[in-house]
């Protein structure tokens, strides 16, 4: 195969370390995800159908778009669509996401920015008061905290380039949902009772109050008029009818009420513009992972295993202290270069190859056995070292896998940031709060701009990192990734690590205890920890404490080989409510 342009550097970068792209079409000889290093057979190319999502009715509606015909593109679309509906704590329509896509006719990797971003007014200042940066709750729920949304133009031009349905009829599952009503989930449910925050605001009681005056619990049919309204208006309008009209008439104007009314305007909401970014991969092992470039941050998932595959004590395995300690080690490094250094590429030099250079890798893992509290960044090939960071990224994501029958397969994590966003509705769904991913202190003492600072038009940096995994062939292997909030990048390499390295299922990877390693502590899920090897960690000075941030939301697949034959090995985090279906 002669490589497109999307998948060049892919291929010149894996050639240059022995591993060579082969064809994308029909049986081939390569390494089976489940077999030994070494071992080879001939693979049948992967296919679907194939959804896991954090919602069994948006996985219901993405199978139906399949069995219809569709591509891995048209379901994400009615995937996301029912999400905004069901789980609208996580994701939606006034939110942002990245989407990584595989063609499995070109053997093409890409990915799709859709991130929000600043109105033309915001400045460094946009969350100061008085000289001093707002406290974190305050400015969530202001109407400075809302971006102009990304996630319906970024799903608009993918669909544009790989769909095969209609794109009206993509969202008849949401509308009828929306229409007839749903039944409250337990998590959505407790999200509900919540006595504060986003769950709280003016927006959400009208929501989430019955005619009674109690609100809305677990097993209640939940109906949205204005959502069936807006989908309705999507489906025969299109993206652009979103971005011009009612809709955006509507977000401007809620933003711009108190308390703190913020400034994105609806000229802000119709200049919006996705990117399409092409593919960050490096190889690992005998496989090739693919994450979005910057501003997401998968560039720190790949330094991250980078030090993995250079660090034997992590061969151990998953009952190994020595293997979670050197992962929770390795983490240290790793978020102290990507908070230091990845911010939007529009905006700052992001120095992704050196971040990812060899020689800088094995610098920063020789550190990682000699730590003992918080690491500092380092300085990678090309690095311009800014301000250190003061950034928050709070739960509010969720994130889905989808393969359709030809082999293409989506990786999207899809977020309105915090939970329930702002706490602010328009038109029926949550307005993003996604403008509090930027940097609070724009800049440190002595005047060194912090990489993460807001601009006008700006995209904040995102930890979302959904992955694309192939064979050496160039051939796709398995799709993943995960929620989380910063956590994301401990959680995504986790599972890789579990999946192909350790040689785990899919969903005893994906439920095995997250270690987080963020600064100078340890998160983790305690509980799920045995005893013996917390016992081992803090002898290690590792004290492991419960983990502060959003729980993990793993969802995906990698295709082997079982009792059946070749197929889909699927999970979804049993710390939510997601199913992986193949039917």
């Known amino acids: 195969m002669s490589p497109s342009p999307l998948?060049?550097?892919?291929?010149?970068?894996?050639?240059?370390?022995?591993?060579?792209?082969?064809?994308?079409?029909?049986?081939?000889?390569?390494?089976?995800?489940s077999a030994p290093v070494g071992a080879v057979e001939a693979i049948p190319r992967a296919q679907g159908p194939f959804v896991a999502a954090a919602n069994p009715l948006a996985v219901e509606a993405g199978m139906k778009v399949l069995n219809a015909g569709g591509s891995a593109v048209d379901a994400a679309v009615a995937v996301q669509a029912v999400l905004g509906l069901v789980e609208p704590q996580s994701s939606g329509l006034g939110g942002g996401a990245f989407m990584m896509l595989y063609d499995a006719s070109t053997g093409e990797v890409t990915s799709y920015d859709g991130r929000e971003t600043a109105p033309s007014s915001a400045t460094p200042e946009l969350f100061y008061e008085n000289g001093r940066p707002l406290p974190f709750m305050d400015a969530v729920l202001s109407g400075r905290s809302t971006g102009a949304p990304g996630a319906v133009a970024m799903l608009a031009m993918a669909q544009k380039d790989h769909g095969k349905l209609a794109w009206r009829d993509l969202f008849g599952e949401a509308e009828r949902l929306a229409t007839?009503?749903?039944?409250?989930?337990?998590?959505?449910?407790?999200?509900?009772?919540?006595?504060?925050?986003?769950?709280?605001?003016?927006?959400?009681?009208?929501?989430?109050?019955?005619?009674?005056?109690?609100?809305?619990?677990?097993?209640?049919?939940?109906?949205?008029?204005?959502?069936?309204?807006?989908?309705?208006?999507?489906?025969?309008?299109?993206?652009?009818?979103?971005?011009?009209?009612?809709?955006?008439?509507?977000?401007?104007?809620?933003?711009?009420?108190?308390?703190?009314p913020g400034a994105l305007t609806a000229a802000d909401i119709a200049a919006y513009q996705p990117i399409e970014r092409g593919a960050l991969c490096r190889p690992y092992r005998v496989y090739v992972i693919c994450v979005p470039p910057p501003p997401s941050s998968g560039?720190?998932?790949?330094?991250?295993?980078?030090?993995?595959?250079?660090?034997?004590?992590?061969?151990?395995?998953?009952?190994?202290?020595?293997?979670?300690?050197?992962?929770?080690?390795?983490?240290?490094?790793?978020?102290?270069?990507?908070?230091?250094?990845?911010?939007?590429?529009?905006?700052?030099?992001?120095?992704?190859?050196?971040?990812?250079?060899?020689?800088?890798?094995?610098?920063?893992?020789?550190?990682?056995?000699?730590?003992?509290?918080?690491?500092?960044?380092?300085?990678?090939?090309?690095?311009?070292?800014?301000?250190?960071?003061?950034?928050?990224?709070?739960?509010g994501t969720s994130h889905m896998v989808i393969v359709d029958a030809e082999g293409n397969a989506v990786s999207m994590t899809t977020t309105v940031e915090s939970v329930f966003g702002s706490g602010r509705m328009a038109a029926g769904f949550f307005l993003n709060n996604?403008?509090?991913?930027?940097?609070?202190?724009?800049?440190?003492?002595?005047?060194?701009?912090?990489?993460?600072?807001?601009?006008?038009?700006?995209?904040?940096?995102?930890?979302?990192?959904?992955?694309?995994?192939?064979?050496?062939?160039?051939?796709?292997?398995?799709?993943?990734?995960?929620?989380?909030?910063?956590?994301?990048?401990?959680?995504?390499?986790?599972?890789?690590?579990?999946?192909?390295?350790?040689?785990?299922?899919?969903?005893?990877?994906?439920?095995?205890?997250?270690?987080?390693?963020?600064?100078?502590?340890?998160?983790?899920?305690?509980?799920?920890?045995?005893?013996?090897?917390?016992?081992?960690?803090?002898?290690?000075?590792?004290?492991?404490?419960?983990?502060?941030?959003?729980?993990?939301?793993?969802?995906?697949?990698?295709?082997?080989?079982?009792?059946?034959?070749?197929?889909?090995?699927g999970g979804a985090d049993d710390r939510r409510e997601g199913v992986a279906r193949v039917n």
């Not at 205890?513 to 998160?523: I, Q, S």
């Open 7 to 33: 998948f060049r550097p892919l291929a010149a970068l894996v050639m240059a370390t022995g591993l060579a792209l082969g064809g994308c079409g029909g049986a081939t000889t390569a390494i089976a995800p």
């Open 180 to 260: 007839d009503g749903f039944t409250v989930s337990p998590r959505l449910a407790s999200m509900i009772a919540a006595s504060r925050g986003q769950g709280r605001t003016r927006w959400a009681n009208a929501y989430f109050t019955k005619a009674d005056g109690t609100r809305y619990v677990a097993g209640d049919q939940l109906r949205n008029p204005e959502y069936a309204r807006t989908v309705r208006e999507l489906a025969d309008g299109g993206a652009e009818g979103f971005y011009t009209g009612r809709i955006a008439r509507e977000i401007a104007e809620t933003v711009a009420m108190e308390p703190r």
């Open 434 to 569: 996604q403008l509090t991913d930027f940097s609070f202190n724009p800049e440190r003492p002595d005047g060194g701009a912090a990489a993460n600072a807001v601009a006008a038009g700006k995209r904040p940096r995102s930890s979302m990192s959904p992955v694309i995994i192939l064979d050496r062939e160039g051939r796709l292997v398995g799709a993943l990734g995960s929620p989380g909030g910063p956590s994301i990048l401990a959680y995504n390499t986790k599972a890789l690590i579990a999946v192909l390295d350790w040689g785990l299922p899919v969903q005893a990877a994906f439920d095995l205890p997250n270690l987080v390693a963020r600064g100078d502590g340890f998160g983790a899920d305690t509980s799920r920890f045995p005893q013996d090897q917390r016992e081992g960690l803090a002898a290690r000075g590792i004290v492991l404490e419960p983990n502060a941030s959003e729980t993990s939301g793993l969802h995906g697949g990698v295709w082997r080989r079982g009792a059946n034959g070749w197929g889909w090995d």
């Open 299 to 395: 560039v720190a998932v790949l330094q991250l295993l980078a030090m993995a595959e250079r660090t034997p004590d992590i061969d151990k395995g998953e009952n190994s202290v020595e293997a979670w300690a050197a992962f929770g080690q390795m983490q240290r490094l790793m978020y102290a270069d990507r908070d230091r250094y990845v911010g939007d590429p529009g905006f700052v030099r992001v120095p992704v190859q050196g971040m990812l250079d060899p020689d800088y890798v094995a610098s920063r893992a020789a550190l990682a056995p000699g730590l003992t509290g918080a690491a500092q960044p380092g300085t990678p090939p090309g690095g311009v070292f800014t301000g250190e960071d003061a950034t928050r990224e709070p739960a």
